[in-house]
């Protein structure tokens, strides 16, 4: 067992201390890190978008709507709202002659700060497109419209393509959600809390996927091949899981997700992992990650050095002057 926080030091004082939740397997199931954590249920967030987009995968909708890998991962995606992202997402949207509204994600606006602020001060408005999960809601959508279901109430708890997703979880998982663990997520989709072990599981069942040994496989290799060829689409600039994905080449496919959740899987070691940050505090995810992937050795020192420098672990005011740094404990 171990135990992890990080602590944010101004001058040589702890001022902010985050406590971090975490399960690191191989695809066996052998444990090979654990903050003892194992049992208690979470909120995954975005960070499961791969399983809620397998039913999309499943469907005939990218074969018959003649979608490309960059439409796939952004399926999988919590973009940040720039321009190669927006410009995909209107493609998509074209080719399923639907409008904007009909996504029921909700309207915010672009999380990448230059986006945004080019939206604001050229006058123009916020629309479905710049929420981060409108690739997730297209996929669901475009499934709906292939599968001649209902497109106007595709969120509800009873609709087949939710449903669908449940089965996904189910098989992966090897449990049975209960509506006791629904909720709603901040794009209005359905979303469930989960034992950490249990995504663990899950976890581990999409590298078997991924390998032909397990269920869904087509539809997994897919969703990870096309994110990893397009890692800029999972997330954007800045992005803590599109750095992952860069500096590894290809060998780790992750995703985060709001309230300080990462979940990664090491395709070419076979292991995979489930961090949350308790207090849902994300800044404390890069170097929680980068010391766990060090003692494991999920990534090469050159890997590891080339994601590290992307990262900044000294702490500066608004005067560029150094006032402290983050340091991670691990017992």
């Keep these: 067992m171990s135990k992890i926080h990080v602590d944010f030091i101004r001058g040589k004082k702890v001022e902010s201390t ?31 978008k791969i399983f809620q987009a397998i039913p ?26 720039e321009k190669i992202h927006i410009r995909e997402l209107k493609k ?49 959508l475009t499934s709906c419209l292939v599968n001649n279901q209902n497109i106007n109430n595709y969120l509800d708890y009873n609709h087949i393509h939710q449903k669908n997703i449940r089965k996904v979880f189910n098989k992966f998982t090897e449990t049975k959600l209960s509506k006791k663990n629904f909720s709603l997520d901040g794009c209005s989709a ?4 989960f034992k950490i072990k249990s995504i663990s599981k899950a976890l581990n069942n999409l590298i078997k996927s ?16 096309s994110v990893l ?13 599109t750095k992952v994905m860069k500096a590894s080449k ?31 505090n994300e800044r404390a995810i890069p170097i929680s990650i980068l010391n766990i992937f060090k003692k494991l050795k999920v990534m090469t020192i ?8 992307k990262e900044k672990f000294d702490l500066k005011n608004h005067a560029g002057r150094n006032i402290g740094h983050i340091s991670l404990i691990m017992k």
């Design 18 to 48: 985050h406590q971090v939740k975490a399960l690191v397997t191989n695809i066996d199931g052998k444990i090979l890190l654990s903050t003892n954590n194992d049992n208690e249920f979470f909120f995954p967030r975005s960070s499961i």
């Design 56 to 81: 999309f995968a499943m469907s005939n909708a990218i074969k018959n709507y003649k979608l490309n890998n960059k439409h796939i991962a952004l399926a999988c995606a919590s973009h940040k709202g």
């Design 92 to 140: 998509w949207i074209s080719k399923i002659n639907l409008k904007t509204k009909n996504l029921k994600c909700g309207i915010h606006g672009p999380l990448d700060k230059k986006a945004s602020e080019k939206i604001i001060y050229s006058r123009k408005k916020f629309n479905e497109l710049h929420n981060n999960c409108a690739g997730k809601h297209l996929a669901m």
């Design 190 to 193: 359905p979303q469930y809390s």
């Design 210 to 225: 991924y390998k032909d040994c397990y269920d869904y496989s087509e539809e997994v290799k897919i969703l990870i091949n």
């Design 229 to 241: 060829e397009n890692p800029e689409f999972i997330g954007g600039t800045g992005s803590f899981d």
């Design 250 to 280: 290809g060998k780790i496919f992750c995703k985060s997700g709001a309230e300080g959740v990462f979940l990664f899987i090491d395709i070419h070691n076979e292991i995979s992992g489930v961090v949350k940050i308790t207090d849902g």
């Design 302 to 309: 050159v890997e590891l050095n080339n994601l590290e420098k």
